[in-house]
């Protein structure tokens, strides 16, 4: 499987900043994947980041507020723009690749606290 | 509407028990995954199972497996032999097609006991 890693681990913000959270795969992906935890909650998707296009963004997610970006085909950023403690979160990466179903994999995560 | 369903918010196993956690799923999609994942405190999303919507059979992974009824729409996932390590969140997911999103069910929490 895909070996996912992700930066910041984790961070504790100041309201109104910005963070970029780095995702890195060690293998060629098409498509990577951004989610969302919200604490106590389930994952979220956020958007779907394919190389050479757009991101796509799920509905109640805008890009001036999740900036995304897909320079290759290993590596993803998601940024967090102009903070509120409603954006403590983890926020999750995650590629397809699989030799049966397409599995998807999960970076380790980025755990943010928004003051 | 949602599309996946676990209805165990917690669950307690004696250790070297078995053990399912729930799942039900809605679709009208014929070709789809269902997967489940493990949580940890730490945070991390670990991929344990997967299986499809034309699989035959009930997907198998070690001591996991995937209890697959497909015309009542679940997909309950067994672990057998408990360990302490087994204690985590776990999420049973859902991919409507070949490839994209995942929906993900509330979780269940798991805790295991000696």
């Known amino acids: 499987s895909a070996v996912i890693s992700q930066k910041p681990s984790r961070d504790i913000c100041q309201r109104g900043t910005s963070l970029t959270i780095q995702c890195q795969v060690d293998?060629?992906?098409?498509?990577m994947f951004w989610y969302r935890q919200q604490p106590g909650q389930s994952l979220t998707l956020i958007a779907t980041?394919?190389?050479?296009?757009?991101?796509?963004?799920e509905s109640g997610f805008v890009i001036d507020k999740f900036p995304i970006s897909r320079p290759n085909l290993t590596f993803s950023t998601l940024t967090v723009s102009n903070m509120s403690p409603e954006d403590s979160s983890i926020y999750l990466c995650?590629?397809?690749?699989?030799?049966?179903?397409?599995?998807?994999?999960f970076g380790p995560g980025t755990r943010l606290t928004v003051l | 509407a949602q599309k996946i369903t676990q209805t165990q918010p917690g669950m307690f196993v004696q250790e070297k028990e078995a053990v399912t956690l729930d799942c039900t799923y809605d679709t009208s999609d014929q070709s789809y995954g269902l997967f489940w994942y493990k949580q940890p405190s730490s945070g991390e999303m670990i991929f344990l199972i997967y299986?499809?919507?034309?699989?035959?059979q009930n997907a198998t992974e070690g001591r996991y497996s995937l209890n697959f009824q497909k015309a009542r729409k679940s997909a309950n996932l067994v672990i057998s032999a408990s360990q302490l390590g087994d204690s985590a969140m776990y999420f049973c997911a859902m991919r409507e097609g070949a490839g994209g999103k995942l929906i993900f069910g509330q979780g269940t929490e798991l805790s295991v006991k000696p």
């Open positions: 995650s590629v397809e690749q699989g030799v049966i179903g397409n599995e998807q994999f």
């Open positions: 299986q499809g919507s034309y699989d035959e």
């Open positions: 980041a394919n190389q050479g296009s757009e991101a796509t963004y």
């Open positions: 293998s060629q992906v098409t498509m």
